[in-house]
């Protein structure tokens, strides 16, 4: 039987003898009548072409979903099997009810708008292998905008005209130069890891027409974020890194001025600062940033200074209006194993369209190598494709082949027209290999034999191009020569030039202009505000609009206390002194930013900086309302569950944008450790490798109040294991991170203010209570914070009236203080307690200055609530002993695996012993 049609839910079939038997079906009844020789009555033309172009749009929906899958973008194929398009299951024309290709279409209206009218079927797959199938696809079926997904079927499916020749002469020329440079490197510095870009030529021909389009598009900025593979082809070759200053690094020396002291980095992670010109006109500033060996971690630092370039120029979300990304674009490049594997990317995704997060899209390349240091692709994911991380946040691919760079070519305007156009993520996936092993000294062929049987038997990217070239009659073989013969002359001009070269200092200028190292010594800094500026700022911080539904706890705990507080300048507690310190701030025209998690509110509900009307849900932020003609602004960046990327983005802010305040704020303290490849790779060692400064500001709530394991430590270890502190010799500003344990509110608004108001940058780790945001003991006044005020390192005992009695000294850090008062005040004891407020730079003449008062002391104890493998103790026993020049106890936990016990008795019996025995020891 033949299938003939489907009416009115009837089933209708010639039978063997042309008689024609309906088979019907109703409430769950199926039956069927015979009638011999009656002919039916066929549906008109009409129906017949409404059934054929809904077929046809199937089977034009199949090619743009599944061509991809099908497409010749692998240029280094295992697999030799011969493949034909007819095997593809969902690309079979029988399958959308079409019985051979010469058949005659029609093709209406938004099927495909570069065929229209009547047409063979053959031709319509024809163009359809050629636009989904050769050696350019992509991926954009899950987009969710209908818009997007026409848009890119229509960049896909248009006919383009063919490449003129001075663009065929501009690719083969950065083929040419980009083998050439590898082969000199080879050549002259054979023992040295270049991590080449033979095998992924073609991109330079993807990043040369990406800075041409980008230059004739508004963008005046590009901020690129480059692992190693490829890098220093790419810098000498387009951004203009000096080839003599590369030659003078691979030599071993050093490429910064020696006043700095730098101490340096491997060369895969240097980095250019340039000015393109295009037509006689510079027309785009490109930025590549330093980046640390483990991989993508430079992602989000490259976001978040992009971001910083927004607010700096005062564009879109800062000022102008423009959307975002309108001047400033964003480019990452990944290797496939990293992109897949590193976590930090799915963070970056997720947070790409959250507000205060968002930079307009950014671009993304991934040089796919088809391996990770030796594990093949299949090893190295689940999915697919590399790529499929992309899908996340619907972002398209396009999958490229790397041995066809005028396809490449047109990879990189397909993205950057759709970045243009919708402000997103776009990826491109090139395609590619990996001549040599992971640098140039591996050997691959011990894992993966197969496929470098046919790398070895290939020829490279650019000899194969120059061949079209010269079959097409574009290009003569000597012309080619000629090419390469000017590029290695100019190298080697460049190796003799390196013999020479000097470093340039071209650091801090720009908006670093004014900013320069830290001093050798501790300085101190006057951050004291007048009276009336703290009142003003005060009440500021809670005044709303008249017609705003205030949350009635708020109104009732937050608001009419601080009011009450700012109108006496008494009992100023922890909030509010931060209030003060970022007002005052704004008042004065820089920018505060705080992130995290829940920052708005607050972790311990005590911030409240922004309020949320209860009844239409609408944000206001009272900081941001001072006066009129104000100029600084609070930015409130609550984000997602995310640690890394999200700390990684405000140290990219910070390294931009130097008069300006950058927070993050961690849940709980010991939430940083998802970001302890931030802290150790950018934050603590950035300005002693690449003499990057940053001044961002990191608080990390800490505290033994019972809460277990997690959520009680931060782990000041850790950060104090991280400064280059020096035990035997006295500190100076010059330290490369400030570790600071406050212990009063005025310490804390002095920390924020100095961040801001000296002439250098130093991140600053601050050790933030929890239970202290409420204690009534932990407080200050106005007459705390006001002008001659500053932020003091020790805190001495100013209730002790004879200094000469006092026989011990409890020297400890933050909330522990305020339990060791208590207990003392019981006990009547003749004991002094010092507070050190600052660990790195350590205090060693403040704290010397305390000592000395207490003549006829015998006895010094250190005293904090960590375990004893854990907290300051090891970092002050070793400082305190050779520069104060006494011995001192420890009062604390005993060396525990975990920071704190889970149970509550536990707990309590610890505790107990901790407030007894520093009076006995």
Same mark, same amino acid.
């Given at each position: 039987?033949?299938?003939?049609? @489907?009416?009115?839910?009837?089933?209708?079939?010639?039978?063997?003898?042309?008689?024609?038997?309906?088979?019907?079906?109703?409430?769950? #009844?199926?039956?069927?009548?015979?009638?011999?020789?009656?002919?039916?009555?066929?549906?008109?033309?009409?129906?017949?072409?409404?059934?054929?172009?809904?077929?046809?749009?199937?089977?034009?929906?199949?090619?743009?979903?599944?061509?991809?899958?099908?497409?010749?973008?692998?240029?280094?194929?295992?697999? +030799?099997?011969? %493949?034909?398009?007819?095997?593809?299951?969902?690309?079979?024309?029988?399958?959308?009810?079409?019985?051979?290709?010469? +058949?005659?279409?029609?093709?209406?209206?938004?099927?495909?708008?570069?065929?229209?009218?009547?047409?063979?079927?053959?031709?319509?797959?024809?163009?359809?292998?050629?636009?989904?199938?050769? =050696?350019?696809?992509?991926?954009?079926?899950?987009?969710?905008?209908?818009?997007?997904?026409?848009? %890119?079927?229509?960049?896909?499916?248009?006919?383009?005209?063919?490449?003129?020749?001075?663009?065929?002469?501009?690719?083969?020329?950065?083929?040419?130069?980009?083998?050439?440079?590898?082969?000199?490197?080879?050549?002259?510095?054979?023992? #040295?890891?270049?991590?080449?870009?033979?095998?992924?030529?073609?991109?330079?021909?993807?990043?040369?027409? @990406? *800075?041409?389009?980008?230059?004739?598009?508004?963008?005046?900025?590009?901020?690129?974020?480059?692992?190693?593979?490829?890098?220093?082809?790419?810098?000498?070759?387009?951004?203009?890194?000096?080839?003599?200053?590369? *030659?003078?690094?691979?030599?071993?020396?050093?490429?910064?001025?020696?006043?700095?002291?730098?101490?340096?980095?491997?060369?895969?992670?240097?980095?250019?600062?340039?000015?393109?010109?295009?037509?006689?006109?510079?027309?785009?500033?490109?930025?590549?940033?330093?980046?640390?060996?483990?991989?993508?971690?430079?992602?989000?630092?490259?976001?978040?200074?992009?971001?910083?370039?927004?607010?700096?120029?005062?564009?879109?979300?800062?000022?102008?209006?423009?959307?975002?990304?309108?001047?400033?674009?964003?480019?990452?490049?990944?290797?496939?194993?990293?992109?897949?594997?590193?976590?930090?990317?799915?963070?970056?995704?997720?947070?790409?369209?959250?507000?205060?997060?968002?930079?307009?899209?950014?671009?993304?390349?991934?040089?796919?190598?088809?391996?990770?240091?030796?594990?093949?692709?299949?090893?190295?994911?689940?999915?697919?494709?590399?790529?499929?991380?992309?899908?996340?946040?619907?972002?398209?691919?396009?999958?490229?082949?790397?041995?066809?760079?005028?396809?490449?070519?047109?990879?990189?305007?397909?993205?950057?027209?759709?970045?243009?156009?919708?402000?997103?993520?776009?990826?491109?996936?090139?395609?590619? *290999?990996?001549?040599?092993?992971?640098?140039?000294?591996?050997?691959?062929?011990?894992?993966?034999?197969?496929?470098?049987?046919?790398?070895?038997?290939?020829?490279?990217?650019?000899?194969? =191009?120059?061949?079209?070239?010269?079959?097409?009659?574009?290009?003569?073989?000597?012309?080619?020569?000629?090419? /390469?013969?000017?590029?290695?002359?100019?190298?080697?001009?460049?190796?003799?030039?390196?013999?020479?070269?000097?470093?340039?200092?071209?650091?801090?200028?720009?908006?670093?202009?004014?900013?320069?190292?830290?001093?050798?010594?501790?300085?101190?800094?006057?951050?004291? !505000?007048?009276?009336?500026?703290?009142?003003?700022?005060?009440?500021?911080?809670?005044?709303?609009?008249?017609?705003?539904?205030?949350?009635?706890?708020?109104?009732?705990?937050?608001?009419?206390?601080?009011?009450?507080?700012?109108?006496?300048?008494?009992?100023?507690?922890?909030?509010?002194?931060?209030?003060?310190?970022?007002?005052?701030?704004?008042?004065?025209?820089?920018?505060?930013?705080?992130?995290?998690?829940?920052?708005?509110?607050?972790?311990?509900?005590?911030?409240?900086?922004?309020?949320?009307?209860?009844?239409?849900?609408?944000?206001?932020?009272?900081?941001?309302?001072?006066?009129?003609?104000?100029?600084?602004?609070?930015?409130?960046?609550?984000?997602?569950?995310?640690?890394?990327?999200?700390?990684?983005?405000?140290?990219?802010?910070?390294?931009?944008?130097?008069?300006?305040?950058?927070?993050?704020?961690?849940?709980?303290?010991?939430?940083?450790?998802?970001?302890?490849?931030?802290?150790?790779?950018?934050?603590?060692?950035?300005?002693?490798?690449?003499?990057?400064?940053?001044?961002?500001?990191?608080? @990390?709530?800490?505290?033994?109040?019972?809460?277990?394991?997690?959520?009680?430590?931060?782990?000041?270890?850790?950060?104090?294991?991280?400064?280059?502190?020096?035990?035997?010799?006295?500190?100076?500003?010059?330290?490369?991170?400030?570790?600071?344990?406050?212990?009063?509110?005025?310490?804390? %608004?002095?920390?924020?203010?100095?961040?801001?108001?000296?002439?250098?940058?130093?991140?600053?780790?601050?050790?933030?209570?929890?239970?202290?945001?409420?204690?009534?003991?932990?407080?200050?006044?106005?007459?705390?914070?006001?002008?001659?005020?500053?932020?003091?390192?020790?805190?001495?005992?100013?209730?002790?009236?004879?200094?000469?009695?006092?026989?011990? #000294?409890?020297?400890?850090?933050?909330?522990?203080?305020?339990?060791?008062?208590? /207990?003392?005040?019981?006990?009547?004891?003749?004991?002094?307690?010092?507070?050190?407020?600052?660990?790195?730079?350590?205090?060693?003449?403040?704290?010397?200055?305390?000592?000395?008062?207490?003549?006829?002391?015998?006895?010094?104890?250190?005293?904090?609530?960590?375990?004893?493998?854990?907290?300051?103790?090891?970092?002050?026993?070793?400082?305190?002993?050779?520069? !104060?020049?006494?011995?001192?106890?420890?009062?604390?936990?005993?060396?525990?695996?975990?920071?704190?016990?889970?149970?509550?008795?536990?707990?309590?019996? /610890?505790?107990?012993?901790?407030?007894?025995?520093?009076?006995?020891?």
């Amino acid at each position: 039987m033949h299938f003939h049609g @489907l009416l009115k839910n009837r089933l209708f079939l010639w039978g063997k003898n042309k008689d024609f038997i309906r088979f019907y079906w109703s409430d769950n #009844v199926f039956g069927y009548k015979k009638y011999p020789n009656i002919k039916f009555k066929l549906p008109d033309k009409s129906v017949q072409n409404q059934q054929e172009n809904s077929n046809l749009y199937r089977l034009v929906s199949a090619y743009r979903k599944y061509g991809h899958q099908y497409s010749y973008i692998n240029p280094v194929r295992t697999n +030799q099997t011969n %493949f034909s398009i007819e095997d593809a299951d969902e690309l079979n024309i029988h399958r959308y009810g079409f019985d051979n290709l010469e +058949q005659p279409i029609e093709i209406n209206e938004g099927i495909i708008n570069q065929l229209k009218g009547h047409v063979i079927l053959r031709d319509l797959i024809e163009f359809l292998n050629n636009v989904y199938c050769t =050696y350019l696809s992509a991926e954009f079926d899950y987009l969710e905008s209908e818009e997007e997904r026409v848009w %890119f079927a229509e960049q896909l499916e248009t006919d383009l005209p063919i490449l003129n020749l001075s663009s065929k002469l501009a690719i083969v020329r950065e083929l040419i130069k980009s083998q050439v440079f590898d082969q000199f490197l080879a050549k002259r510095f054979s023992s #040295v890891k270049r991590y080449g870009a033979e095998g992924a030529e073609s991109m330079s021909v993807f990043f040369n027409e @990406l *800075f041409h389009q980008a230059a004739g598009s508004n963008i005046r900025d590009l901020v690129l974020a480059l692992p190693h593979r490829g890098r220093l082809n790419l810098l000498v070759g387009l951004l203009n890194y000096p080839a003599a200053q590369l *030659f003078s690094r691979l030599n071993g020396n050093p490429d910064f001025p020696e006043k700095y002291q730098c101490s340096g980095d491997v060369l895969s992670h240097i980095i250019s600062s340039t000015d393109l010109y295009y037509d006689g006109k510079s027309t785009l500033h490109v930025t590549t940033l330093r980046n640390p060996s483990h991989l993508e971690a430079v992602n989000p630092v490259s976001m978040g200074k992009s971001r910083a370039k927004h607010l700096f120029n005062h564009e879109a979300g800062y000022g102008d209006g423009a959307r975002w990304g309108e001047r400033i674009l964003n480019v990452q490049v990944h290797g496939d194993a990293a992109f897949t594997g590193q976590g930090v990317n799915q963070e970056c995704f997720e947070f790409s369209g959250i507000p205060h997060f968002e930079i307009g899209g950014t671009i993304h390349l991934i040089v796919n190598n088809q391996l990770g240091f030796t594990t093949p692709g299949k090893l190295g994911r689940s999915s697919r494709y590399c790529s499929d991380l992309a899908k996340i946040i619907a972002a398209p691919v396009v999958h490229v082949n790397g041995d066809h760079p005028e396809k490449v070519v047109r990879a990189a305007q397909i993205a950057l027209n759709y970045q243009r156009k919708f402000r997103k993520d776009v990826v491109v996936d090139l395609n590619c *290999f990996r001549r040599w092993g992971h640098n140039e000294m591996d050997d691959p062929t011990f894992t993966n034999p197969n496929i470098y049987v046919l790398i070895k038997a290939r020829r490279s990217v650019p000899d194969r =191009y120059a061949s079209q070239l010269i079959e097409e009659g574009v290009l003569s073989e000597n012309e080619i020569l000629e090419i /390469q013969n000017e590029y290695f002359t100019w190298l080697n001009e460049e190796l003799e030039a390196s013999k020479i070269w000097i470093p340039k200092d071209v650091y801090f200028k720009g908006p670093w202009s004014g900013f320069g190292p830290a001093p050798a010594a501790i300085t101190t800094w006057d951050t004291g !505000i007048d009276v009336d500026l703290m009142t003003f700022v005060g009440e500021k911080s809670v005044k709303y609009p008249d017609n705003f539904n205030v949350h009635s706890t708020i109104l009732r705990g937050h608001v009419k206390n601080r009011l009450a507080k700012v109108s006496e300048g008494l009992n100023i507690d922890w909030s509010t002194a931060e209030a003060l310190a970022i007002g005052s701030l704004l008042f004065q025209g820089h920018n505060v930013r705080i992130s995290g998690q829940d920052v708005g509110r607050g972790t311990f509900s005590q911030r409240h900086a922004m309020f949320v009307d209860q009844g239409d849900g609408h944000v206001f932020v009272p900081l941001n309302h001072l006066h009129e003609h104000q100029r600084g602004f609070l930015e409130l960046a609550n984000s997602i569950l995310s640690e890394e990327a999200v700390l990684a983005f405000e140290y990219g802010m910070s390294i931009e944008s130097p008069n300006d305040l950058f927070i993050w704020e961690a849940q709980f303290g010991d939430f940083f450790n998802g970001a302890q490849i931030v802290f150790d790779t950018f934050i603590s060692s950035g300005e002693a490798k690449w003499i990057y400064q940053s001044g961002l500001t990191v608080l @990390l709530p800490h505290g033994y109040d019972g809460a277990g394991p997690e959520h009680s430590s931060c782990r000041i270890e850790r950060f104090l294991q991280l400064t280059d502190s020096n035990e035997d010799k006295v500190d100076g500003d010059n330290v490369n991170m400030q570790i600071c344990q406050p212990s009063t509110p005025a310490q804390y %608004f002095h920390l924020l203010r100095r961040q801001v108001l000296r002439d250098y940058r130093k991140p600053l780790i601050v050790v933030t209570p929890k239970t202290l945001l409420r204690d009534s003991e932990c407080i200050s006044h106005f007459s705390d914070m006001t002008k001659g005020n500053y932020f003091k390192p020790v805190l001495g005992d100013y209730s002790i009236m004879e200094p000469t009695r006092v026989k011990r #000294v409890l020297i400890t850090s933050g909330k522990h203080y305020y339990s060791l008062k208590k /207990q003392l005040t019981e006990r009547q004891d003749e004991v002094a307690i010092i507070r050190i407020e600052c660990f790195c730079p350590f205090p060693t003449y403040e704290l010397l200055q305390e000592i000395t008062q207490y003549k006829n002391a015998q006895n010094f104890v250190w005293c904090q609530e960590e375990p004893q493998n854990m907290g300051a103790w090891t970092f002050i026993k070793r400082r305190f002993e050779n520069l !104060i020049g006494k011995k001192i106890n420890y009062c604390g936990r005993q060396c525990q695996a975990a920071p704190a016990v889970g149970v509550s008795a536990l707990h309590k019996q /610890q505790e107990l012993e901790l407030l007894n025995k520093p009076f006995s020891i």
